[in-house]
Nanobody
Framework: QVQLVESGGGLVQAGGSLRLSCAASGRTFGSYAMGWFRQAPGMEREFVSAISKLTSGTTNYADSVKGRFTISRENAKNTVYLQMNSLKPEDTGVYYC???????????????????WGQGTQVTVSS
């Protein structure tokens, strides 16, 4: 079992920055991949970014956030982060972190690969 709790969401103006955190408990944090997904109102949940099990592990990004968002993790703190810069109104949505306990190395983009999810944190970017 893995429990995930996101924090750091809020309201920010376009061009601003936010850093999301996801604290994990349960299984050994450094043994599985982590991902971030988001869901805008009326839209399906979509992939944002993912990182393999190591602190300096392999990362993946959606094209829409590449160059603006950075995923990282601190295994000693059981936490994964999403640094979001140059935010746009279209980045608005509920952001979820997720754990893929079956994957260590190549962090997947497909949300079906992830077996544990947090409750989500709201990010609102005003124009």
């Amino acid at each position: 079992q893995v429990q995930l709790v996101e924090s750091g969401g809020g309201l920010v103006q376009a061009g601003g920055s936010l850093r999301l955190s996801c604290a994990a408990s349960g299984r050994t944090f450094g043994s599985y991949a982590m991902g971030w997904f988001r869901q805008a109102p009326g839209m399906e949940r979509e992939f944002v970014s993912a990182i393999s099990k190591l602190t300096s592990g392999t990362t993946n990004y959606a094209d829409s956030v590449k160059g603006r968002f950075t995923i990282s993790r601190e295994n000693a703190k059981n936490t994964v982060y999403l640094q979001m810069n140059s935010l746009k109104p279209e980045d608005t949505g509920v952001y979820y972190c997720a754990a893929d306990t079956a994957t260590s190395w190549n962090p997947p983009r497909n949300q079906r690969e992830y077996d544990y999810w947090g409750q989500g944190t709201q990010v609102t970017v005003s124009s």
